[in-house]
């Protein structure tokens, strides 16, 4: 699976520029503000339909425009297939192949990417919500039916804490098994997927991590809480979680149990990554994690996906450069990077150069 042109209009700083990709390795190269993370950015959301810096979608459209537009030719096992968004001020109209899509549940799956920057390292720094973000984008790719659950367990999820707030105490307590046996059923789905998906993702990261490493260093990874059983088990137990918290919940205000609130422990040579790991041995990990994403996306659908790596190679020292290189083998990669890279000679390149906003021709 990959993505062969794309197309922005009006999109960050770009006014009208055409890209052609090639299936191996394309450098996006210049200086610093020129427009390159923006035409990664652009790939990455016509993949899943959300951007990795812009919290709201308005961000993306090129200042003064009233719209911005982006699109794709991406070609896979059963053919061309091309993908479009235009995004406005109050909205955005999504397409597959000319037909337009009403939920972005059917955007997702038609072209797969796993996206790095430097900023990844949230996946490590911060605070749980960035690693189950990682689990819910990657996850949403991969399974429609784990984005429809999620997405239904959040919407359920607001209303049972509009409802915790609600100072009728018996209101509360009568209606409150009602939003708890929807809950729960969607939670279940929620919590089997992302257990399986971490115990998919352990090993593999921790194959990518001794060969970024030189097997100096060991990482594991595992969820924070052990969930068992099938969904039918999880949901009866996370019923009963929740009623036997139902007076606490009361006192917060909010629902203190539910995988909204689960974490990954992220460990290196048995140690917590966020605490006791350099800022180098946090960038080697995240990245790690990123690399064994890959193939967990190759195993599921059978193809990988776009690699996208921005502003990556400035952060790592050479030797890890040069692996981070050889593992793009055979992958279609899109790298961005202020200049032609040392580490990137001998291989088959396709160089574009960005400045201002426009491919240097």
């Not at 210049?30 to 016509?46: H, I």
Request: aromatic fraction near 8%; proline fraction near 3%; charged fraction near 30%.
């Amino acid at each position: 699976m990959l993505i062969k042109n794309l197309l922005l209009k009006n999109f960050r700083n770009y006014a009208d520029e055409s890209f052609e990709f090639t299936p191996g390795l394309n450098v996006l190269f210049g200086r610093n503000a020129q427009g390159k993370t923006n035409c990664a950015e652009a790939v990455f959301y016509l993949c899943t339909g959300t951007s990795p810096r812009a919290r709201r979608d308005k961000q993306l459209i090129k200042s003064g425009e009233a719209e911005a537009g982006v699109s794709a030719v991406c070609a896979g096992r059963y053919g061309d297939m091309t993908l479009s968004a235009v995004i406005r001020e109050n909205g955005r109209e999504l397409r597959v192949n000319g037909n337009k899509i009403v939920r972005n549940a059917d955007l997702l799956g038609n072209l797969y990417a796993v996206f790095f920057s430097p900023h990844e390292l949230r996946l490590i720094q911060d605070g749980p919500d960035e690693r189950r973000r990682f689990l819910n984008i990657s996850l949403s790719q991969l399974s429609r039916p784990y984005y429809i659950a999620l997405t239904r367990y959040n919407r359920i999820l607001e209303q049972r804490n509009n409802l915790l707030k609600n100072r009728d105490v018996a209101l509360v307590y009568d209606t409150l098994p009602v939003w708890d046996e929807q809950l729960c059923a969607y939670a279940a789905a929620v919590a089997r997927r992302r257990a399986d998906y971490i115990a998919d993702l352990a090993p593999l990261a921790a194959e990518a991590h001794a060969f970024l490493t030189d097997g100096k260093e060991k990482l594991t990874l595992s969820p924070e809480r052990k969930y068992s059983g099938d969904e039918e088990e999880l949901k009866a137990a996370l019923y009963s979680e929740l009623r036997a918290g139902c007076e606490r919940d009361i006192r917060l205000g909010y629902t203190a149990t539910g995988p909204h609130r689960d974490d990954v422990d992220i460990k290196i040579d048995g140690a917590d990554a966020k605490i006791y790991a350099s800022q180098g041995q946090q960038r080697t990990a995240a990245l790690a994690v990123k690399l064994a994403e890959v193939e967990i996306f190759r195993s599921i659908s059978g193809e990988y996906p776009v690699l996208i790596l921005d502003d990556v190679l400035s952060e790592l020292d050479l030797a890890r450069r040069k692996k981070l290189v050889a593992r793009t083998e055979g992958l279609q990669t899109i790298l961005t990077c202020t200049h032609a890279e040392r580490v990137l000679s001998g291989r088959e390149i396709n160089r574009i150069r960005i400045e201002g906003g426009a491919i240097k021709r």
